[in-house]
């Protein structure tokens, strides 16, 4: 069986992670167009910076939770090919064992240089005075909206092939994700929603499963593995 899963932020919420648009989450406190904007860094590199340490030093305090040790365990099943496609620019899939995984919005663990496109290993601490060899601005490889997700490609080729297509822990309102589960659907795929409430894509999917990442994905997982 070849299943496609998509995470967002609730998958690592139990984490300590915090979501973006719960009641408390990051964008209701922080203003989404200053800090995850090219125009916001443009305007402001170093709050933007201030961000991105904080939520980096953030992610280093926090450890995988069950849901994201089951879909490793899932991962590492000869009957099922499991594509991990990932919202979250935090490590903490590949801390549970998961490999492989496709970071459509890059990841803050990286610098990339503004100016070359060059990519290193960000250092804990990123400010204005971060350099590329070239000289060029350092910005953490993360997508900010307005700009284009890493590996579409893949993506389209991995919900062409897919049986299942599984949402976890994601509200649904950021395009292109938003719109994988009606493309998966129109290639043929069954369609699930693993999610601690109905999200806004909710009525898209054929089947869903409401509850606490680190109760319904390990749930879930053990179904399909029995
Ligand atoms: P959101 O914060 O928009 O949505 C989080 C979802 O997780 C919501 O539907 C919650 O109901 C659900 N949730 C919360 N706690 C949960 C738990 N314990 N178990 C299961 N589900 C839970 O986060 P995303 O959908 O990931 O992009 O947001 C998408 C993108 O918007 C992010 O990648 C980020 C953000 O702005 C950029 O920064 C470019």
Same mark, same amino acid.
């Given at each position: ?10 998958? *690592? ?22 800090? #995850? ?6 305007? +402001?590199? /170093? ?13 280093? !305090? =926090? &450890? ?6 089951a879909?490793? #365990? ?23 064992? *998961?490999r +492989? ?5 890059? %990841?803050?663990?990286? #610098?990339?240089?503004?100016? =070359? $496109? ?5 250092p804990?601490?990123? *400010? ?7 000289? @060029? ?6 997508v ?18 897919a +049986?299942?297509?599984v949402?976890? @822990? %994601? ?5 292109? /994700?938003? $719109?994988?589960?009606?493309?998966? &659907?129109?290639? @043929?795929?069954d369609?699930l ?5 109905? !999200?806004?894509? #909710?009525? +898209?999917?054929?089947?869903?499963c ?12 053990n179904?399909?593995?029995?």
């Open positions: 069986m070849r299943i496609v899963i998509l995470t967002g932020a609730g998958i *690592s919420a139990e984490s300590g992670m915090g979501t973006f648009r719960d009641k408390g989450g990051l964008w209701e406190n922080a203003d989404l167009m200053k800090l #995850a904007t090219p125009e916001g860094f443009a305007e +402001d590199p /170093a709050a933007v910076h201030a961000f991105y340490n904080m939520r980096r030093a953030k992610v280093r !305090s =926090c &450890q995988p939770n069950a849901a994201h040790v879909l490793a #365990a899932l991962q590492m099943d000869p009957r099922v090919e499991v594509t991990l496609v990932t919202q979250n620019v935090d490590d903490l899939h590949e801390r549970a064992g *998961s +492989d995984v496709i970071h459509m919005h890059g %990841t803050h663990l990286v #610098a990339l240089c503004a100016a =070359c $496109g060059d990519r290193w290993p960000a804990e601490v990123m *400010s204005v005075e971060t350099r590329c060899v070239c000289g @060029g601005m350092a910005r953490p490889d993360v900010w909206f307005g700009e284009v997700p890493y590996h579409m490609d893949r993506i389209g080729a991995a919900l062409q092939r +049986d299942l297509f949402a976890i @822990g %994601t509200s649904g309102v950021v395009y292109p /994700a938003a $719109g994988f589960v009606r493309a998966a &659907q129109e290639f @043929g795929a369609t929603e693993l999610n601690l409430e109905p !999200s806004e894509r #909710a009525t +898209d999917f054929a089947r869903s409401f509850g606490p990442a680190t109760e319904v994905v390990p749930g879930w997982v179904e399909v593995l029995t």
